[in-house]
């Protein structure tokens, strides 16, 4: 076998490695795992143990020198680019334009939203997104261990006295009815958070657009001739809709609105859990108590107020089927929104 050993090691020497594949067949002849060398391993380990111990120096050192071999040869094959022609610059060419840049499809559907309900009357209000319980909770109905709070499980920042994020852009409305009188015309629009699993239908924050009126003898009729002017606005006058029956504490009667599914066309996906249908908002009249903590007078006023998730109209608009894809910032779905803007009076916001 020392005689095997001496001839492979005469064959390894005299083999010259000019090119890639030459490189290859080196490694399959020699150290690859049907290779020479690994064949006389094989032998090897039918040999008696005096054989081995005299024996197994060499074609170790064999193998060693193999692998060496092969890695130089490897290392000198590496082809290093040549540094590139520094070529002179001429500095009366013009200069590269500006990238154009792209609104975010949220801010783009806010901004429509706005544009809407201003053209209708709405003044915009704006609040603090940290708030306390009785902004958030105790001022719209909700009293303590009261089971609706759990359908709001949120994020306190500290218990007493309570403070929050807001859950909803409501908290917004409580302070421009005390701070107003009637009659009041108003929307806020702001992110609020709730405790909720992150998927592609729900996150712990989101953006809402919350709207009011409160004035003498606002009836459900003024509620949902706004809302019907509002559909056909956003998503056009073909859009079928419709008002389903609900509980908000505070609104009395309450409704939720729905619109034929746009991703599938009322044929049923997983937006809409296989319905058809998408709810868009929640509505009602405000209830009597409310106003009253409000200091309005229930007797002499009445008002609606509804709300709704800009995530989810921007789904229904754009036919985007994650909820998540508005926060993870990924540039290729972002730069589908380069130049739009996305309603005709965008001069108003370009000020």
């Known amino acids: 076998m020392m005689d095997d050993?001496?001839?492979?090691?005469?064959?390894?020497?005299?083999?010259?490695?000019?090119?890639?594949?030459?490189?290859?067949?080196?490694?399959?002849?020699?150290?690859?795992?049907?290779?020479?060398?690994?064949?006389?391993?094989?032998?090897?380990?039918?040999?008696?143990?005096?054989?081995?111990?005299?024996?197994?120096?060499?074609?170790?050192?064999?193998?060693?020198?193999?692998?060496?071999?092969?890695?130089?040869?490897?290392?000198?094959?590496?082809?290093?680019?040549?540094?590139?022609?520094?070529?002179?610059?001429?500095?009366?060419?013009?200069?590269?334009?500006?990238?154009?840049?792209?609104?975010?499809?949220?801010?783009?559907?806010?901004?429509?939203?706005?544009?809407?309900?201003?053209?209708?009357?709405?003044?915009?209000?704006?609040?603090?997104?940290?708030?306390?319980?009785?902004?958030?909770?105790?001022a719209l109905n909700f009293p303590e261990n009261h089971p609706a709070r759990d359908l709001q499980d949120t994020f306190f920042l500290q218990l007493n006295p309570a403070q929050l994020l807001r859950t909803h852009t409501t908290s917004v409305q409580i302070s421009t009815c005390t701070a107003q009188s009637p009659p009041i015309r108003s929307i806020a629009v702001g992110r609020v958070f709730r405790n909720e699993a992150i998927s592609a239908r729900s996150h712990c924050f989101f953006h809402q657009v919350d709207g009011m009126y409160i004035d003498t003898a606002v009836t459900f009729s003024d509620l949902k001739g706004t809302i019907y002017h509002f559909v056909e606005a956003m998503f056009g006058e073909a859009t079928k809709l419709r008002f389903r029956a609900s509980y908000f504490p505070f609104t009395e009667p309450s409704a939720e609105v729905d619109i034929h599914c746009r991703l599938c066309q009322g044929k049923g996906c997983t937006v809409c859990k296989y319905a058809g249908w998408v709810e868009i908002l929640g509505a009602g009249m405000i209830d009597p108590n409310v106003l009253t903590n409000c200091q309005v007078d229930p007797e002499q006023y009445s008002g609606f107020a509804f709300g709704m998730g800009i995530e989810r109209i921007t789904m229904l608009l754009y036919q985007i089927d994650d909820l998540r894809l508005f926060s993870e910032n990924h540039l290729a779905f972002l730069r589908q929104f380069r130049g739009c803007l996305g309603f005709s009076d965008a001069a108003v916001f370009a000020k």
């Open 5 to 138: 050993i001496a001839r492979l090691r005469e064959k390894m020497n005299t083999t010259f490695i000019e090119d890639k594949a030459g490189l290859e067949r080196f490694r399959q002849d020699f150290i690859g795992k049907k290779g020479c060398i690994a064949h006389l391993f094989e032998t090897f380990k039918q040999l008696p143990i005096a054989a081995k111990k005299a024996i197994g120096p060499a074609l170790n050192g064999l193998k060693n020198e193999a692998e060496k071999k092969f890695k130089s040869a490897a290392s000198a094959l590496e082809v290093v680019p040549p540094p590139a022609i520094q070529q002179p610059v001429d500095v009366t060419l013009p200069a590269f334009g500006a990238a154009i840049g792209s609104l975010h499809p949220l801010t783009i559907v806010q901004n429509k939203i706005i544009s809407i309900f201003q053209r209708m009357g709405f003044n915009l209000a704006e609040g603090s997104e940290i708030v306390g319980d009785w902004h958030n909770f105790g």
